[in-house]
Nanobody, 125 residues
C-alpha cells in the first residue's frame, strides 16, 4: 500500500503561482513514477505531469508545458508541482497518484493504483 497526502492548494489570481506537494509513505519503492492529475467540475480527470523517482524524467500535458514544473525529493518521498502563470482554466481539484509497479503510459489515470485525497486549486480572473 502507498499513502499519498497532497497540500498547497488555494485561491490565486490569474498569472499567479502555487506549489503543490505530495508526501508518499508506505511501499513507495514499488512505484517507479509519480503523477499529478486534475479534475474540473463536470470534466474527466486529466493528466498534468509525471516524474520518475530514479532518473527524474519528467512528462507534461501540452496544456501546462512551460508553466508547470514537476520535481521530486527522494529523501523526503515527496513530489512537487510548481505552477506558474496560472489561468482560470487551471481551476480544478489536483490529485497526486502512484502506480503499483512499472507502467508504460504515464498519462493514463487507470494505470495508477493509489490516489491522494486531492487539493483544490482555484484561479480567479
Amino acid at each position: 500500500q502507498v499513502q499519498l497526502v497532497e497540500s498547497g492548494g488555494g485561491l490565486v489570481q490569474a498569472g499567479g503561482s502555487l506549489r503543490l506537494s505530495c508526501a508518499a509513505s508506505g511501499r513507495t519503492f514499488s512505484s517507479r513514477v509519480m503523477g499529478w492529475f486534475r479534475q474540473a467540475p463536470g470534466k474527466e480527470r486529466e493528466f498534468v505531469a509525471a516524474v520518475s523517482w530514479s532518473r527524474g524524467n519528467t512528462y507534461y500535458a501540452d496544456s501546462v508545458k512551460g508553466r508547470f514544473t514537476i520535481s521530486r525529493d527522494n529523501a523526503k518521498n515527496t513530489v512537487y508541482l510548481q505552477m506558474n502563470s496560472l489561468k482560470p482554466v487551471d481551476t480544478a481539484v489536483y490529485y497526486c497518484a502512484a502506480p503499483s509497479g512499472s507502467i508504460v503510459v504515464v498519462s493514463t489515470a487507470r494505470n495508477y493504483a493509489y490516489w491522494g485525497q486531492g487539493t483544490q486549486v482555484t484561479v480567479s480572473s
